[in-house]
């Protein structure tokens, strides 16, 4: 699993989820009431809406460096109707002696679970902390073979791109944002490597971050495979956030399941 912790300062910048992701899952927390559990909640991006919408909310993060972002995010936004309370944790080995009744695993989160074994562990994790009849709303990468095979099966340094150019908030710096990608077939995985260039307004570099991530990938065989072996039952799989059914054309698999009764 990454350290996330270096990627703090940058995350939020390049990081800025999936269209109508947010209020797909505010609106399931409301819908419910809570309280809910977020796992991998970051720099609380979608936790503190949820606060916001007079929903408790707990968010479960082993990045301390994140989870401290969000605290001074929330210490700029003040009292929120609903509580945020945030927990230091890993998602494949956690125990809060408390049941939830809807759990949220936002923006990829369950792809940074690399082997059988920790997507297992993660999911048990999970099952407990559900109450009987509980939702839990996880979103992965739809994986296709044309998706995969453009990436190089090995790393190849001439792949680097600049993908983004932005600028930094409250600084005369731009952010160059350099990525290449290469996957591991055995075993299902997408390794990653980002390169933070911070430039100033004379075109000098003044600083420079490389970061890595590797995220395994999942077919919708796969994931219906881990999720009823763990114990879950599928209520509904979805290509999009706004309710359209998995289908071959979709880039993400948002899967609806519950703790049975």
């Not at 048990?124 to 559900?130: K, V």
């Amino acid at each position: 699993m990454a350290d996330f912790d270096p990627w703090a300062p940058y995350y939020d910048l390049i990081h800025k989820g999936l269209p109508g992701e947010a209020e797909f899952y505010v609106g399931q927390a409301i819908k419910r009431g809570g309280p809910v559990l977020e796992i991998g909640c970051g720099t609380g991006r979608i936790a503190i809406p949820i606060a916001l919408s007079g929903v408790d909310v707990a968010g479960l993060d082993n990045s301390g460096n994140m989870l401290a972002l969000c605290r001074e995010k929330m210490a700029q936004i003040g009292e929120t109707p609903g509580a945020l309370t945030l927990i230091d944790a890993d998602m494949r080995d956690f125990s809060l002696h408390k049941q939830y009744p809807l759990i949220l695993m936002t923006y990829r989160t369950f792809m940074h679970c690399l082997t059988p074994e920790e997507q297992l562990a993660c999911l048990a994790c999970i099952h407990e902390h559900l109450t009987p009849g509980g939702a839990l709303f996880l979103n992965v990468w739809a994986a296709n073979a044309a998706a995969l095979f453009a990436f190089p099966a090995s790393f190849q340094e001439d792949t680097e791109r600049l993908l983004e150019c932005m600028p930094v908030p409250g600084e005369d710096i731009v952010l160059e944002h350099f990525y290449t990608a290469w996957r591991d077939d055995f075993r299902q995985v997408i390794h990653e490597r980002h390169s933070l260039r911070e430039v100033d307004s004379d075109g000098n570099q003044v600083h420079e971050e490389a970061l890595r991530m590797t995220r395994a990938w999942f077919t919708p065989r796969e994931m219906e495979h881990l999720l009823c072996r763990a114990g879950f039952e599928i209520e509904a799989v979805l290509g999009d956030f706004d309710g359209a059914p998995l289908g071959p054309e979709h880039k993400e698999m948002v899967w609806h399941v519950r703790r049975p009764q």
